[in-house]
């Protein structure tokens, strides 16, 4: 395969585009192979002005010898960028992971002090760990008011259900995390807070009109605008009353005139990823860059085929179609973000050099975590559960490829398991654990054990996912278990809406939990306090938990 660049025009063109990297450092390590580049591409384009790279898994330490790696390929400046909207250990291991921002719009309904001081302290958190790892652009936060209760994707990544809520809360998280000296991102403009279609499968259409957005979807992004946010992420989205035509991602009436001309935004407009199925099932690679350009975006995240991508660009100019000077602006406003990092790196920031005995995640960062998640977490009756003979740990994900949260060890097994639990696990892929068409009794109890059944359900708005929940009957199969007497406990991890829906209809002597967040340490928290009575009897049995209160 031979691949090159030649000529300063597409060298210039580079410069615009962020392409997809494992933060893992060779080949064969990659999760996500059709997405991420190799090493051989990498450097290619990075020896041939590549304006960045978005990096997703492996470890803390991996991803800083990554970004190391990658600079000395570029020999320039360039932009390195994570979606970490809920911590560094979201993607990558070792950093911290906190519960979704909603979980703070939760907290603001109750005391808009504390969450507010939470959300300044959970940017700070992000930025600082962000930047010890050597990204010095971090894609948040999440503008989108989730005013939709069936939104696939935004739910739980949203900071609230109102903008006046979100708006605070994210100028609050902007605050902590650009003290930190990265960049930040305002996304996915103009709003993807009101839809029920993921854009990562297909086009969402909306029907909203510029005095509902001005209302409503607006607001979070002028309240950032205001502070002086890096960059704004547009959304993959048909506002047909604004645009009928094009999506906003590739509108000029969106990106231009809403966003330049009336929000007064100059800073960098980055498009959200070109790979996802809204746009990549209706234009080709080069096709949907050159429209994103033509339309006002100034990076070009994740083309599907980036030499196309440049190649396309570079004969829409050299044909006219697009000007020199329309290529130098979106240059200017890149190389303005960069020369930010270049005077912040001269400060007196301290570099991490954590030596290989300590920890990654500081004193304080830990503190932090757990505090989200004390105040996040609901438990409702206390009486402790313990096992039976033909007890059931009946677990839902909505894929366990890959399933970051949930593994042998994870203690939504481990300890069920150790109390004499057999785990089941319901996914796509694997058990299926419906009767058909039976409403009644919709769970196939012959298919799945004989029970009780500790019941944790993972349910949560996660793109690629779609509406999958929403066909599973769990409301019902919840009635159907206690009609039978037949569910010690109910936990669910994930979207607040799915809580509120099923444990309405929850005898209120069942013991049962919600935590917003789905990671280990969740997990971990809501069992020990099932499991308390048990603790003693767990600890001498496994050494891989530490049950200590």
């Known amino acids: 395969m031979t691949l090159r660049l030649s000529g300063e025009l597409k060298r210039k063109i580079a410069e615009l585009l962020v392409v997809r990297a494992s933060g893992h450092q060779f080949d064969s390590q990659r999760k996500y192979p059709l997405w991420e580049l190799s090493n051989y591409e990498l450097k290619i384009l990075l020896e041939n002005g590549l304006g960045g790279v978005i990096l997703h898994g492996g470890s803390v330490s991996d991803l800083k010898n990554r970004c190391s790696m990658l600079k000395n390929w570029a020999r320039h400046p360039i932009l390195l960028c994570a979606d970490v909207e809920e911590g560094v250990g979201q993607r990558f291991d070792g950093g911290s992971w906190f519960p979704p921002p909603m979980s703070l719009g939760l907290k603001y309904q109750e005391n808009s002090n504390e969450a507010l001081l939470l959300a300044e302290k959970y940017g700070k958190c992000i930025g600082n760990q962000a930047r010890r790892c050597g990204l010095n652009w971090v894609l948040a936060p999440v503008c989108d008011v989730n005013s939709n209760s069936l939104n696939p994707v935004i739910n739980m990544r949203a900071w609230g259900k109102d903008p006046q809520t979100v708006a605070e809360l994210v100028s609050s998280f902007h605050k902590g995390l650009v003290s930190e000296g990265v960049l930040s991102c305002a996304k996915h403009f103009p709003g993807h807070g009101d839809t029920e279609i993921d854009s990562h499968l297909d086009l969402p259409i909306v029907d909203n009109d510029l005095s509902r957005l001005k209302e409503v979807e607006l607001i979070p992004f002028q309240a950032l605008i205001k502070e002086g946010v890096s960059s ?6 048909l506002l047909r009353k604004i645009d009928n035509i094009h999506i906003a ?3 000029k009436k969106i990106v231009i005139e809403l966003l330049r001309e009336t929000l007064g935004f100059n800073g960098i407009v980055v498009t959200d990823a070109l790979i996802m199925e809204a746009i990549t099932n209706r234009y080709g690679p ?6 994103a350009f033509e339309a006002g975006a100034d990076l070009i995240l994740m083309p599907k085929k980036p030499f196309e991508a440049i190649d396309a660009i570079a004969d829409s100019i050299l044909n006219g179609k697009i000007s020199m000077a329309r290529l130098e602006q979106s240059l200017d406003r890149r190389n303005r973000e960069i020369s930010k990092l270049e005077k912040i790196s001269l400060t007196s920031i301290e570099e991490d050099n954590l030596t290989d005995e300590e920890e990654f995640e500081k004193k304080d960062e830990f503190a932090l975590s757990e505090k989200l998640l004390e105040i996040s977490i609901t438990i409702k009756n206390y009486s402790y559960i313990s096992s039976y003979k033909d007890s059931v740990n009946l677990i839902r994900v909505d894929d366990i490829f890959p399933c970051p949260y949930l593994s042998n060890l994870s203690p939504a097994f481990l300890i069920p398991k150790e109390l004499g639990y057999k785990n089941v696990v319901c996914h796509p892929s694997g058990v299926n654990p419906w009767e058909k068409n039976n409403l009644k009794e919709p769970l196939a109890l012959d298919r799945i054990g004989k029970g009780p059944f500790l019941l944790q359900l993972f ?12 066909s599973e009957p769990w409301k019902l199969a919840v009635e159907q278990l206690q009609a039978k007497g037949l569910l ?3 936990i669910i991890y994930g979207s607040i809406y799915f809580w509120e829906d099923v444990v309405s209809c929850l005898n209120p002597a069942i013991p049962c939990a919600f935590s917003p967040g789905q990671m280990p340490a969740a997990q971990k928290k809501i069992l020990q306090s099932f499991l308390k009575s048990n603790k003693e009897k767990i600890a001498n049995k496994s050494n891989a938990i530490n049950f200590t209160d």
């Open 232 to 237: 704004v992420m547009t959304a993959h989205i």
């Open 249 to 251: 991602t590739l509108s």
């Open 286 to 291: 080069g096709e949907a860059a050159v429209m």
């Open 459 to 470: 349910v949560r708005g996660n793109p690629f996912r779609g509406g999958q929940v929403l």
């Open 488 to 490: 010690s406990a109910l």
